[in-house]
């Protein structure tokens, strides 16, 4: 008896405890900081509000049947040719197939509402475009209007329609600052592209979802949503760089595997420099695998002199 009451306790306060624990968490996609981020946050609480139509009665009368039927309640009704009632079946179909119906159709509202490709700036408003390329294992992004370039840190001001254009220079990576919203795939020679907004200043971790090898867990960057003269002040801050990259000039240096790189601003940007990236996958150029090393190399000898920055690690490749 005694030994009962004290798994009674422990399992109570283990209870207690997850509770204590869990208030300790934090979701950014329950706590989004973006327009696209509230009304996914939307969709996800008005799907699991709904589902709770059929989940807390199907709990509630398991609950209530377990008890109500059991054995020492000699009180309930026994009656074993029970087989069917049409009311019962009526509401055990009906509900579940009215409910799967409409969640069928906001699913396929918000999914074209909610396209990552598609432009939240209202008629006559600015949207500032902001081009990231995917990296072992770094982050770079280009600002083609401001010709700046910064690596493993991102600025935007607030209440501004953001376009990003996305791709990689490696192996297949995912776009995603999880307080903003939705996350895009980059992938070599894809110019991919995915629209956000921050409502709210502040500093939001932006990474790669998509697992690319043994320096991944250092693919990380600091989004900074500032107001419009904060935004001034970091390009300020870039422009004063003494850096400057080219897809001839520096890009091949900042292409090699690095594993937590570090912030890094450059004041002169070739305007091309992402459409190079990507053209540069466009050569119809066959690429020889290397067997027994940890990369690969372009067959044309004009590339492989570049064998050793286009080396790839093989961990990654898989």
Not at 17 to 32: I, Q, R, T, V
Not at 206 to 213: A, I, L, P, Q, W
Not at 216 to 227: D, R, Y
Request: glycine share 8%; net charge negative.
């Amino acid at each position: 008896m005694r030994k009962n009451l004290y798994a009674k306790a422990a399992g109570l306060l283990l209870l207690l405890s997850l509770f204590l624990l869990l208030g300790g968490c934090s979701s950014a996609l329950m706590d989004p900081k973006g327009q696209i981020g509230v009304e996914q946050r939307t969709l996800i609480l008005t799907a699991f509000g709904i589902m709770q139509i059929v989940v807390l009665p199907v709990i509630g009368m398991t609950l209530f049947f377990a008890w109500r039927y059991r054995r020492g309640n000699h009180k309930a009704a026994y009656t074993p040719d029970w087989a069917h009632n049409t009311w019962v079946e009526v509401v055990v179909w009906l509900i579940p197939c009215v409910i799967v119906l409409f969640l069928a159709g906001l699913t396929w509202y918000t999914s074209n509402s909610l396209d990552p490709h598609k432009p939240i700036a209202e008629e006559g408003e600015e949207t500032l475009e902001i081009q990231a390329v995917a990296m072992d294992w770094k982050w770079l992004f280009i600002y083609p209007e401001q010709g700046i370039a910064s690596v493993n840190e991102l600025a935007i001001p607030t209440d501004t329609p953001v376009r990003f254009r996305v791709s990689s220079a490696s192996v297949m990576n995912a776009f995603f600052i999880p307080d903003l919203g939705s996350q895009i795939y980059a992938m070599a020679g894809m110019d991919n592209d995915v629209h956000l907004i921050a409502d709210e200043e502040g500093t939001y971790p932006g990474r790669s979802t998509n697992y690319s090898g043994s320096g991944f867990s250092g693919m990380t960057f600091e989004a900074h949503a500032t107001s419009e003269e904060g935004f001034d002040e970091w390009v300020s801050e870039v422009s004063e760089s003494s850096n400057s990259i080219s897809f001839d000039d520096g890009y091949r240096e900042l292409l090699k595997p690095s594993r937590n790189h570090p912030v890094e601003y450059f004041s002169e940007v070739s305007p091309t420099l992402y459409e190079d990236i990507l053209n540069n996958y466009h050569n119809g150029e066959p690429v020889e695998v290397l067997p027994n090393e940890t990369g690969y190399k372009h067959a044309s000898s004009d590339h492989q002199e570049q064998d050793g920055d286009m080396a790839m690690n093989a961990e990654a490749a898989e």
